[in-house]
C-alpha cells in the first residue's frame, strides 16, 4: 500500500473499525449465554421450566398475567454457532494483549504509574519532568 495514494475518511475509518470489531466478535462468540423469556399462562411457564434442555436460573411473578424466566440451554444442548473460529479470535486476543503490554512497558520506561487498563487504553500517572507515552486514537498512533 502505497501511503500517499491513502485519503484520510474518518467517516469509513469509524465503519471499517465497526467492521472487524463485528467480525472478530462473531468469530469469538460466547456460547451458554443467558436469556430473559416471559410466560403470559401457566403452560408457558411449565413448558419452560420442564423443559430438560434448559435450565433455569432464575424466575420471578411479574404480574397476575406474567412471568420472568432466566434460563440457558444446558452445556450438552448447547453448540458453539457455524460462524465460531477460536484460533482466530485467540490469535486476535493475543496479539492485542502483546501490543497493550507493550505500551504497559513505555509506561514504567518513563516513569509513570500504570493506573488500569483494558483492551484497547490505558491510564497512568506520569512522573513530574518524565516523559509521555504517545496518545492518538489508537495506542500506536
Known amino acids: 500500500m502505497d ?3 491513502v485519503q484520510v475518511n474518518p467517516g469509513l475509518r469509524m465503519i471499517a473499525k465497526i467492521l ?3 467480525l472478530w466478535g462473531k468469530l469469538a462468540q ?3 449465554g443467558t436469556e430473559v423469556k416471559y410466560a403470559r399462562t401457566p403452560a408457558e411457564f411449565h413448558q419452560l421450566i420442564d423443559d430438560p434442555t434448559i435450565e433455569t436460573l432464575d424466575f420471578d ?3 397476575e398475567y406474567m412471568d ?4 440457558r440451554k444446558k452445556e450438552e444442548f448447547s453448540k458453539p454457532p ?3 473460529c ?3 479470535a485467540v490469535f486476535v486476543t493475543s496479539y492485542a494483549r502483546l501490543h497493550l503490554y507493550k505500551y504497559m512497558e513505555e509506561v514504567l520506561q518513563v516513569n509513570g504509574k500504570l493506573l488500569y487498563c483494558d483492551t484497547d487504553s490505558i491510564i497512568y500517572v506520569a512522573s513530574r519532568g518524565a516523559g509521555y507515552v504517545v496518545e492518538g486514537e489508537a ?3
Not at 68 to 71: A, L, P, S, W
Open 3 to 5: 501511503p500517499d495514494l
Open 86 to 88: 477460536l484460533p482466530v
Open 139 to 141: 495506542l500506536d498512533k
Open 61 to 63: 411473578h411479574v404480574s
Open 30 to 32: 460466547r456460547v451458554g
Open 20 to 22: 472487524a470489531n463485528s
Open 68 to 71: 420472568r424466566c432466566v434460563i
Open 82 to 84: 457455524e460462524t465460531n
